[in-house]
Structures are given as structure tokens and as C-alpha cells.
T-cell receptor, first 114, second 114 residues
Framework: AQSVAQPEDQVNVAEGNPLTVKCTYS??????LFWYVQYPNRGLQFLLK??????LVKGSYGFEAEFNKSQTSFHLKKPSALVSDSALYFC????????????FGKGTRLSVIA | DSGVTQTPKHLITATGQRVTLRCSPR?????VYWYQQSLDQGLQFLIQ?????ERAKGNILERFSAQQFPDLHSELNLSSLELGDSALYFC??????WGTGELFFGEGSRLTVL
């Protein structure tokens, strides 16, 4: 079965500092990996995805994530945080093999302090 | 705006009642997915339809059912409601099947069962 772990419920970072939101995953085969963001009273929005190829994936709003197969991780990063980045971030995974659903982590609340 | 429309946005009802949540996918999208978001369980996949046919089933209770109509809109029916069914219900859509594409989420229907 597929699963995603986001070990931190909350991450606090000062504006202008780099941010990292952690994600580890478990699939039986090879993964497709995604990050989504949810702003208050809104639906989830796609940020970026890893399908194959370069382990460093760049996405919307200056976010990037690095796929690490040996550590089964897909951490989300941004070099310089903005107050407007404050939101709930979800990591998601699905197995490349078969018609398997997209499984989400429980989310990490990012708070960027001015 | 993701292009996915969900109605109603808010719904308050009593235990034992039945409600219907409606979702219109993005124009051209054939797949519709339903997810339940609660504080303790996170985002749980319920069910997926592709071009009118049920494609994948997750943790959907027997009291819940869904369908996708010929015009591709979908409805999620929740019956014999219990307090624990209070949650945010998201619909998402995509062009094809799960694949490698991202999902586009609506803003959700918040159900409160009293």
C-alpha cells in the first residue's frame, strides 16, 4: 500500500529565510510524487510533480523539490520565504504501476513570519 | 480559479439525514475524484469516475454513493448521516485517468452534521 508521511504538523520560518517542508513516502514500485498547497477556505492547488528524470523539480511560486530515491523523500524547498507562502502544504504519491489513487499526507502548516 | 465547481459550499444538517453534493469538472476533463478532508484523518480518497464509469474506490462508506452523469458532472450522496461525517468534501478533476497529471480541485463543500 502507498503512504506518505509529513513529520511536521507546523513549520515556522522568518520571511527571507529558506524553508523546507519534509515528506517521505512508501510505494511498492516507482513513485509519482506531488506537492499541493491549500490556502484558507480554498481547494488544493498543484505546485509541482516528479515523474522521471532530473531529481530536482521546479514548480510554481519559486518552489522546488528534490526526489531522493534512497531516502524515499521528496522535500519541498524555497530559497527565500514570503509571508504569502503561509498555507497548508500536502505531499502526495501514487505508484506508477496500475490505476492506483493519489494518496496524500496529513499536511504541514507553514507559517512565514514578517 | 481551478475551473472545478462544487455546490453547495456549506451545508448544515441533522443526524440521520441525506445530502447530495454536486461537482462540475473542468471543461474537457473526463475524470472526477472525491476526497474527504477531516482534521483527524487528513485527505481521504473516496471514489473516482472516468467518463461515466466507476474507476477506483477508496475508503468510501456503504452509506455513501456517487455517480457521474453523461454531461460529466458528478454527485456524491451521503445518507444516514452521523456526526463523524462532518468534513470538507472535495471534488477534483483531470483530463485522463490517474496518470501523471495533476488533479484540479474545487473549493469544497463543508458539511456539518448536528
Amino acid at each position: 500500500a502507498q503512504s506518505v508521511a509529513q513529520p511536521e504538523d507546523q513549520v515556522n520560518v522568518a520571511e527571507g529565510n529558506p524553508l523546507t517542508v519534509k515528506c517521505t513516502y512508501s510505494v511498492s514500485g516507482n513513485p509519482y510524487l506531488f506537492w499541493y498547497v491549500q490556502y484558507p477556505n480554498r481547494g488544493l492547488q498543484f505546485l509541482l510533480k516528479y515523474i522521471t528524470g532530473d531529481n530536482l523539480v521546479k514548480g510554481s511560486y519559486g518552489f522546488e523539490a528534490e526526489f531522493n530515491k534512497s531516502q524515499t523523500s521528496f522535500h519541498l524547498k524555497k530559497p527565500s520565504a514570503l509571508v504569502s507562502d503561509s498555507a497548508l502544504y500536502f505531499c502526495a504519491v501514487r505508484d506508477k504501476a496500475g490505476n492506483t489513487p493519489l494518496v496524500f499526507g496529513k499536511g504541514t502548516r507553514l507559517s512565514v513570519i514578517a | 480559479d481551478s475551473g472545478v465547481t462544487q455546490t453547495p459550499k456549506h451545508l448544515i444538517t441533522a443526524t440521520g439525514q441525506r445530502v447530495t453534493l454536486r461537482c462540475s469538472p473542468r471543461s474537457g476533463d473526463l475524470s472526477v475524484y472525491w476526497y474527504q478532508q477531516s482534521l483527524d484523518q487528513g485527505l481521504q480518497f473516496l471514489i473516482q469516475y472516468y467518463n461515466g464509469e466507476e474507476r477506483a474506490k477508496g475508503n468510501i462508506l456503504e452509506r455513501f454513493s456517487a455517480q457521474q452523469f453523461p454531461d460529466l458532472h458528478s454527485e456524491l450522496n451521503l445518507s444516514s448521516l452521523e456526526l463523524g461525517d462532518s468534513a470538507l468534501y472535495f471534488c477534483a478533476s483531470s483530463v485522463g485517468d490517474w496518470g501523471t497529471g495533476e488533479l484540479f480541485f474545487g473549493e469544497g463543500s463543508r458539511l456539518t452534521v448536528l
